[in-house]
Every structure is written in structure tokens, then in C-alpha cells.
């Protein structure tokens, strides 16, 4: 019965002390983890925002990383359609406490294409609870890495400044607030194993 106990308290530590952060690195591309939404919305060039953005029907699109060894990317500024920019609404089905993303590119310059990275932080209520604009002194490839951390994230709006030709996001990375993160398959299959095993002692004892 202790050995049993003992694997029920294991499998409830599991619950409790669940990975929480999760990586979109868009390989194989889209590739986006459940509980997450990614999508377009018109305004890519622009700092910090003040108000949720309304999302477009535009599809995702992929380009090569910038990040040596980063696969795939995904596309927020194009050429082929008069310099399309899009900003990125990611939204979370739970309270995210941390966000990180690389913004990147190829080539360029340093005067118009040291691009400015900005994240704004929205509550379950499109409320703004932050933001934060991250540059990095210009290189070929350009590369700026940007992180926020508020409490209750429900949505995090990437925009940027970049005057020319392309521009990508790679490496995203996201930390769920703990007590909001739902166990992995496994943790549920300890758990369930550790209640079966007590329900079976129960009924040998009043069999007794």
C-alpha cells in the first residue's frame, strides 16, 4: 500500500512539475504545438502596439533562416508583393508568464536594414500589459533576439521596423504559467496507474 502511495505522490509531483516551456523553431514548417495560434495581420512595420490587432486570412509562409543551423523560418515581409508587411499575433490557450523570438535576415545595411524587434503583451481580455523593442548592432546576417515577461499572457503581437526586402522569425520559445500547463500523455498515465493500483488494494482488503 506505501509502495502504491508512493507512486500516486510520484505521479501528482510529475502533474505539478511539468515541463512548461515550449519551442516553435517552424521545422518541419508550420509545425505550431497545440495550444498555440499563429497568424498574419496587416502592419508589420510599426513600434509597440496599444490596441489587439485583427488578424488576416493571409497564409503562413516560410523562408530560409537566417540563424545558422535554424531550418525554416516564418516570412513577415516580402518582395514579390510590393513589400508585404505582416506583424504576428501569437495566441496562447492558456497564461504564458515569458515569450522569446528571433527576428532575422540576410544582407543589407547598416544604416536602412538594422531592424528593430517589438513585442507587445495582451491579457485573456486584449488588455496591453507590456512590450518591449530589441535592436542588436547590424551583421550579415542580422540577427535580434527579443523577450518579454508579464503575468496572464493570452497574446503576444510581433511587429518590426525594417525598410527593405525581407524579414523572418525564427526560435520561438514560450513558458506557460505553472498550475496552467495540462500534463503530458505520460504524467496522465502514471497518475492513472497509481489510482488503479489503490482502487485494487481497496477492494483485496474488503474482500479480506
Known sequence: MRSLLALLAVALTAAGAEAQTRRLDFDPFPGIPAGLDVRYFDGGLSGPLAALPTTNALALRSTVSAIPGGGEALLTRWEDE????????FSF???????????????????D??????????????????????????????????????AGIRHVAFTYTNE???????????????GSVVPE????????????????????????
Open 93 to 111: 490557450n492558456r497564461n504564458v508568464g515569458a515569450f522569446s523570438l528571433v527576428g532575422n535576415d540576410f544582407g543589407g545595411d547598416m544604416v
Open 82 to 89: 510590393g513589400l508585404s508587411a505582416q506583424g504576428v499575433l
Open 164 to 178: 527593405i526586402a525581407y524579414y523572418s522569425i525564427d526560435d520561438v520559445e514560450y513558458t506557460y504559467e505553472r
Open 185 to 208: 500523455p505520460g504524467t496522465w498515465m502514471l497518475l492513472g496507474t497509481g489510482l488503479v493500483g489503490l482502487a485494487a488494494v481497496a477492494r483485496r482488503r474488503r474482500a479480506a
Open 113 to 150: 536594414d538594422n531592424e528593430f524587434v517589438h513585442l507587445t503583451a495582451f491579457d485573456a481580455l486584449g488588455n496591453v500589459l507590456g512590450s518591449g523593442s530589441f535592436q542588436t548592432p547590424w551583421a550579415n546576417p542580422n540577427i535580434t533576439p527579443g523577450a518579454i515577461e508579464f
